[in-house]
């Protein structure tokens, strides 16, 4: 079940990595094939890196908020707990 888990934390943390690669390549004028032109290569790629640290960032919020180790700014407010049950 761990390594499933780790399978799939790890298609978000690529997804980044490709974003920032595309981002990286607009800089030194590389252009790849799906892209007309270097804005859109750009935009692809900060597009694909903020969802990969948003998904990856919710992940650990998510899982501290579990296990009670986040500061009190980021708990709960006693009716969304309330609402979600």
Known sequence: MRL????ILLIPVFL???GIKWMRDVL?????DPFPNYAIQFAGGFVMFIAGLAFIG????H??????KVAPRFQ???TEAADRS
Do not use: Q, T
């Open 63 to 68: 899982r501290d908020r579990r296990r009670n």
């Open 58 to 61: 919710g992940f650990i919020l």
């Open 76 to 78: 709960r407010k006693k």
């Open 16 to 18: 980044a990595g490709v």
């Open 4 to 7: 499933i888990a780790l399978i």
């Open 28 to 32: 030194f004028s590389i252009l790849h």
